[in-house]
């Protein structure tokens, strides 16, 4: 694996790590709790894609195709969601954010 591929496994992963504490903190700015764990939880499978091996190529393909399964779900979550702010219990603005942090990541991936 590249140099740049680490780097940029490495970044993703101190962005989703601030940004799960982020969210555990402050609740109150996100979706919930629970969302913070589970951002921290898939972040390991990016951890285990940093170091060289073998198997890194197929280890980063199938753990992008793990995590972006499950953001592309939360940006239509969110999204639906802000179409009907006021049943969801969220403000608009809240889960425009919440799916505006998801969309980078999957272009990056793309």
């Not at 903190?25 to 499978?45: K, M, N, R």
């Not at 239509?76 to 969801?88: E, H, I, Q, R, Y």
């Not at 799916?99 to 980078?104: E, F, G, I, Y």
């Amino acid at each position: 694996m590249t140099k740049v591929i680490q780097r940029a496994l490495a970044i993703e992963v101190a962005f989703k790590l601030s940004g799960a504490t982020i969210f555990i903190l402050f609740p109150e700015w996100c979706l919930s709790h629970t969302f913070g764990l589970l951002v921290s939880a898939l972040t390991l499978p990016l951890l285990l894609c940093i170091p060289e091996s073998p198997n890194a190529a197929a280890n980063r393909a199938l753990t992008y195709k793990t995590l972006g399964v499950g953001e592309v779900a939360l940006v239509a979550l969110f999204l639906g969601k802000a179409l009907k702010p006021k049943s969801s219990g969220f403000s608009t603005e809240g889960l425009m954010l919440s799916a505006s942090t998801l969309v980078p990541l999957l272009a990056w991936r793309g």
